[in-house]
């Protein structure tokens, strides 16, 4: 069966903390995705990867950056969390040009 | 830039009664996706649409997609309480990596 596999579905951090996010898929996906989800808001993007070491900014990316050393793993960084970054975050990959996107579980963040 | 509406964004509705949810989205696309996101879980892949006319059901739900409308529906066929969720379109650009979403509609089906 195949997965993506966010390490943490749960986390509380302190404000001015410096927090990783991990994914990992075992699909071989070339494209891997950062999104968080707001009531009301959707799904908003703040990074995507489409290969090794290569990203791209979604809509939000300010407050955050990513790693990608290895296709399987996708690494979302929050330099100095505060907390309007409390959030929903959802890792997502697909193969490219078909297919939609595989989910991982979340990882419902909490910045106190 | 490519728009996708969903409405409703709310519905809620009896047991037993039909109901559709409609995507609409602004720019030629061939493929959409519809997911369902159950509350403080993750999203679940339901339907995969790649041409036009597509049509997928699974149970209660059936899938459509007309891409010269521009339109994607989902049917609701004599609800249960179990189809209580927010449902998900995405749509592909044909030359992007990432799908674009819809805001989701929240169903809530009453017993």
């Known amino acids: 069966d195949v997965k993506v596999t966010q390490s943490s579905r749960y986390l509380v951090k302190r404000t001015g903390e410096k927090v990783f996010l991990e994914c990992v898929q075992d699909?071989?996906?070339?494209?891997m995705f950062w999104y968080r989800q707001d009531p009301g808001l959707g799904l908003r993007l703040i990074y995507f990867s489409y290969d090794v070491k290569m990203k791209e900014k979604g809509d939000i990316p300010e407050g955050y950056s990513v790693s990608r050393e290895k296709k399987e793993r996708f690494s979302l960084i929050l330099e100095s969390a505060s907390t309007n970054q409390t959030s929903m975050y959802l890792c997502?990959?697909?193969?490219?040009?078909?297919?939609?996107?595989?989910f991982g579980s979340g990882t419902r963040l909490t910045v106190v | 830039e490519l728009k996708v509406e969903q409405n409703p964004l709310f519905l809620s509705m009896q047991e037993g009664k039909n109901y559709t949810i409609y995507c609409n989205y602004s720019?030629?696309?061939?493929?959409l996706y519809w997911y369902r996101q159950d509350p403080g879980k993750s999203l679940e892949s339901l339907f995969v649409?790649?041409?036009n006319g597509a049509v997928k059901q699974e149970g209660r739900l059936m899938a459509s997609l007309d891409t010269k409308a521009r339109l994607s529906t989902l049917h609701i066929t004599a609800a249960v309480h179990d189809l209580s969720a927010t449902y998900f379109c995405?749509?592909?650009?044909?030359?992007?990596?990432?799908?674009?979403w819809g805001a989701g509609t929240k169903l809530i089906i009453k017993p």
């Open positions: 649409l790649l041409s």
């Open positions: 995405a749509v592909d650009l044909n030359s992007n990596y990432q799908l674009i």
């Open positions: 720019t030629t696309s061939d493929r």
């Open positions: 699909m071989d996906h070339e494209n």
């Open positions: 997502a990959s697909r193969v490219s040009g078909f297919g939609g996107y595989t």
